[in-house]
């Protein structure tokens, strides 16, 4: 069964500082990885996915994640952080092959302070 | 955004009654999803289906049902429902299953009494 960790209910940030979101996994074989945000009284709104290739995948809103095959993590990244980014997110993950939907994590508060 | 409805966007039901979500998506995506969203459980699947009339099972299918009789249109009933099916559920769409993103409706919040 594959499964994702999001080991910080929340996180909490000073505006301009740099940001982290983690994010690890458990799945068989390689994996599509995924990081959602959602704010308040919306739907999830995708940011950005792993597929294959480089390591380091840049999304939207400035948000990048790094791919560790060896630590089997995908944190989130940003460099300077927005009071705008408050909000929660979600990691998501399924295996690359076979018939296995989306699995999601529990997501992770973001607060970023002014 | 992906053109995802969800109708109602609110609902107050009593135990035991029939409920019936509606998603409909204007974007001719072959996959659709339904999710229940929890404090503590992130999202959980619920059903998927991966064309018309075509439906699967997902974690949490215990006391939901569902049909797609149109390409746009994908339907969850909880037949009798409980209060441990009051949630946010959320509707999900997607062009492909494997490395597609899903995009997501703004949700149906759900109550129980």
């Known amino acids: 069964a594959q499964s994702v960790a999001q080991p910080e209910d929340q996180v909490n940030v000073a505006e301009g500082n740099p940001l982290t979101v983690k994010c690890t996994y458990s799945?068989?074989?390689?994996?599509?990885l995924f990081w959602y945000v959602q704010y308040p009284n919306r739907g999830l709104q995708f940011l950005l996915k792993?597929?294959?290739?480089?390591?380091l995948v840049k999304g939207s809103y400035g948000f990048e994640a790094e791919f560790n095959k060896s630590q089997t993590s995908f944190h989130l990244k940003k460099p300077s952080a927005l009071v705008s980014d408050s909000a929660l997110y979600f990691c998501?993950?399924?295996?690359?092959?076979?018939?296995?939907?989306?699995?999601f994590g529990k997501g992770t508060m973001l607060l970023v302070s002014p | 955004d992906a053109g995802i409805t969800q109708s109602p966007r609110h609902k107050v039901t009593e135990t035991g009654t029939p409920v019936t979500l509606r998603c409909h998506q204007t974007?001719?995506?072959?996959?659709m999803y339904w999710y229940r969203q929890d404090p503590g459980h992130g999202l959980r699947l619920i059903h998927y289906?991966?064309?018309?009339?075509?439906?699967d099972k997902g974690e949490v299918s215990d006391g939901y049902s569902v049909s797609r009789s149109k390409t746009e249109d994908f339907l969850l009933t909880l037949e009798s429902a409980t209060s441990s099916q009051t949630s946010v559920y959320f509707c999900?769409?997607?062009?492909?299953?494997?490395?597609?993103?899903?995009?997501f409706g703004d949700g149906t919040r759900l109550s129980i009494l």
């Open positions: 999900a769409i997607s062009e492909g299953r494997d490395n597609q993103p899903q995009h």
């Open positions: 799945v068989s074989g390689n994996p599509y």
């Open positions: 792993y597929i294959t290739g480089d390591n």
């Open positions: 998501a993950v399924r295996a690359n092959s076979g018939y296995s939907t989306l699995t």
């Open positions: 974007e001719n995506h072959r996959y």
């Open positions: 289906s991966y064309g018309v009339k075509d439906t």
